[in-house]
């Protein structure tokens, strides 16, 4: 069944305030998430905890949808990550879990082909920006919930090779370097 994305979720802007070397609130940007989307959990831009900040705090299974930039993506912010603040680069994605499961629509978010109509929709002369309002009207095809989930478990599967690969080679690197050095000595 064919769906836009404003009948199943709610989109919020993310939070723009200004970072702080006193703060203590992680204020996430894209490029605390590599090249998959995948936290990687180097903040290094904080804000001073206050009441607007506390109301920004993400929720479990908010879907954080990369709007500005050159490099269009959605990732799922889970709470073990902590207290932490999308800044407005972020569109705040919030799903109707009755009808679809976050994690798939960040699967069909950053399919290929949706990135391509994400980035051929985009507008701004210096830097590319999705309106509120194209991400909404975005339509996508929503399966049923027993889909979903398989593509969900599909997903993790693949992000979990990712990692294992991503990690062997660092141990080949590893490896390597210390036989030459041990070769020249």
């Known amino acids: 069944m064919q769906v ?5 979720a709610n989109i919020q802007f993310g939070y723009y305030g200004q970072p ?5 609130i992680p204020y996430l940007q894209a ?3 590599n090249e998959f989307g995948q936290y990687i959990n180097e903040d290094d831009n904080f804000l001073e905890e206050d009441a607007k ?7 479990n299974d908010d879907i954080l949808f990369v709007a500005k930039g050159f490099r269009f993506f959605a990732t799922l912010y ?9 800044s407005s680069i972020f569109f705040i994605i919030r799903v109707d879990t009755t009808k679809i499961i976050p994690a798939y629509l960040v699967s069909v978010l950053n399919l290929p082909k949706n990135l391509l109509y994400f980035q051929q929709s985009a507008s701004g002369s210096s830097i590319p920006s999705i309106r509120k309002n194209e991400l909404a009207d975005f339509t996508f095809n ?3 919930l027993v889909q979903q989930m398989k593509v969900v478990a599909l997903q993790e599967l693949y992000l979990k090779d990712i990692e294992l ?6 141990e080949k690197q590893k490896l390597f370097q210390t036989t030459i050095s041990t070769i020249i000595k």
């Open 78 to 86: 889970k709470q073990e990550f902590g207290n932490a603040v999308a």
């Open 20 to 24: 702080s070397k006193y703060g203590t």
């Open 4 to 8: 836009k994305l404003n009948e199943i």
């Open 165 to 170: 690969t991503s990690n062997l080679i660092k």
């Open 53 to 59: 900040v506390t109301a920004n705090f993400l929720q």
């Open 31 to 33: 490029k605390h998430f």
């Open 142 to 144: 929503l399966i049923p």
